[in-house]
């Protein structure tokens, strides 16, 4: 018998007799209050994807010697429901993550699926917590579904057993300090990402080497590390966020500059979203909007210059994240966050 | 009061009532099977170090939104607890090991110990579990210290609690071909580790990359991968096991070469007792042992010119393996495991 594929319909539900109280909006923190079920799918080399399930949430079993808590097999989407204007449940672009978390899993030797047969799971978890997707702008439940290997072995190897879940966390803003401008250290003293290696999976390899630099410029005052490359000083995203700069040049124009997708950096659902917008509806005569690169240089000249008009971050957690701030060399580049430079057309 | 410090003398034992059965050496598969017990210390930012205790092994029950599962917080350690000719039990260099898993802890922004105080722990450890030291050679206690972040939250900041725990495993060879020599491919198709990077921290981050490559070079008939960097080829390591090479010059001397410890290779244990015992064992006038790059060309061109004596690689789960060939670009760079290339002293 070949392995199972995905299949939605066989879902099984049990329902937590004891729900949870819904928290109050203000006392929202990113990721640390969750709802009151989890969705979990097995996998086997052997008989591939089994009954998927909702059930309370409860904390998972694992052996010490499982392959995700010594060889980093887990990898993770961010994604949220928001409820519309008529208070309609909605998923953003789920479809982009679950391509994406299919190319994350089989760079990490992880088991892929239908990303479709996943989505309507999810949507059913949905109906499930309904009551946990929040009110309000800015306001949602963030959907985390992860992928993790649980063979047990200490030979390094692909996973022959696997587990896909999905929790959920409704949540505010993802910064502590609200919704507000980041500053940001430029960082080149470490390094994120490189050709050819992992810097575009969404893999929880490519977290833990980023903290001990944020605890750093944390030190220094700022939120967040905007990640350099090369001799060059290439600009590549921030961690948590793609990143923005607007431009305005000699002749009056202005550009929308965001990096290239050149494997380095984690293609965003929203950086994608904000490109698709700003090419849809800022006027074309005054705006040019490019995937290219650009040096930490380049920016701190054209600020010196009075050429940088703003920066921004993009990410499903971090939404957009106005950026006011950057150190390079201790010198500061600031960015003005209270223009109108993106009027629409 | 000031977080706790590592304190071996708190620790408490509770031994198993249910012993398991020793496996016959022959049926020692490398890390699948485990001694009877776990031994564990929890950590928490405010408190510091915990109660060591030494308990049945058991399963982790892990909220499924702890950071180990998300971001990688995990590093680990590997040793081995040896027999000596006395049937005494010793292990191999531990404080080594320490030295090394606190550098990681330090990177991964995870927290350092005293590691005096864990190797006190480890030796309690194989007093309990002496009888499933095997004797033999090649033979071994298999130690896997651990160390995960085990705060729950999806915030990408650095754990305020984590997990120190230590399993052991009776292992025999390595590789399931047994005492062989191993074939890698040269593989540049992907990258495992880059300047400022963490390639010579041992997190289990640098293990999830390498596993597709190593999947994609099992189609092709090779163990392993070896890890070539930059345009110019340099060789770093295999991921498993850091690489040497001995070659002839023209002049009839000898070289033993291995790449430097460059922040790009794991400065292994086994690597450094080669080093020291190749420079305190073999004749230097007829020797010289070197720390230097070397490309995968230079090592195809001493081959082909009939100088390339022996290739090996070292580890603590790999010992010295002997290497017999290389596949680069297609082409086989073969080596003669079968000479007596190092005569000592």
Redesign the interface.
């Known amino acids: 018998m070949s392995p199972a594929p995905l299949d939605a319909s066989k879902l099984t539900i049990t329902k937590t007799t004891t729900p949870k109280e819904l928290l109050p909006k203000e006392k929202l923190?990113?990721?640390?209050s969750?709802t009151d079920h989890?969705l979990e799918v097995e996998w086997t080399k052997e008989k591939g994807w089994g009954v998927p399930t909702i059930t309370p949430?409860h904390?998972?079993?694992?052996?010490?010697?499982t392959s995700?808590?010594?060889?980093?097999?887990?990898l993770?989407e961010g994604m949220k429901a928001y409820r519309d204007s008529e208070g309609k449940i909605r998923t953003f672009r789920g479809d982009k993550n679950m391509e994406r978390m299919n190319r994350s899993a089989?760079?990490?030797?992880l088991p892929t699926f239908d990303g479709e047969e996943f989505m309507k799971l999810i949507d059913k978890f949905l109906t499930v917590e309904e009551r946990f997707v929040p009110t309000g702008y800015g306001y949602s439940l963030?959907l985390?579904p992860?992928l993790?290997g649980t063979n047990?072995?200490?030979?390094?190897?692909?996973p022959d057993h696997a587990l896909l879940?999905l929790?959920a966390?409704p949540v505010g803003p993802?910064f502590s300090a609200g919704f507000k401008p980041v500053s940001l250290e430029a960082t080149?003293?470490?390094?994120r990402a490189?050709?050819?290696?992992?810097g575009a999976y969404k893999?929880?390899?490519?977290?833990?080497?980023?903290?001990?630099p944020?605890?750093q410029a944390a030190t220094r005052g700022h939120s967040q590390n905007l990640w350099l490359f090369g001799e060059e000083g290439y600009i590549t995203e921030v961690?948590?966020m793609n990143v923005f700069f607007a431009f305005v040049n000699e002749d009056g124009t202005k550009e929308l500059v965001t990096p290239p997708l050149d494997g380095m950096i984690l293609p965003g659902v929203t950086r994608d979203s904000t490109l698709e917008l700003a090419r849809a509806k800022l006027d074309p005569k005054e705006w040019s909007v490019n995937e290219r690169k650009l040096t930490i240089h380049e920016v701190k000249e054209r600020a010196d210059k009075g050429e940088l008009l703003e920066a921004f971050g993009t990410g499903t957690?971090a939404i957009v994240s106005p950026i006011d701030n950057i150190e390079f060399n201790g010198k500061n580049i600031k960015a003005d966050c209270n223009r109108e430079t993106f009027v629409v057309k």
């Open positions: 923190v990113f990721g640390k969750f989890i949430y904390n998972l079993s694992l052996n010490p010697a995700c808590l010594h060889y980093s097999f887990e993770f089989k760079r990490a030797a963030y985390r992860t993790i047990v072995g200490l030979g390094v190897s692909a879940y929790i966390s993802y080149d003293y470490a390094v490189w050709p050819k290696g992992v893999l929880g390899a490519n977290y833990v080497s980023c903290i001990e944020q605890m961690g948590a957690a």
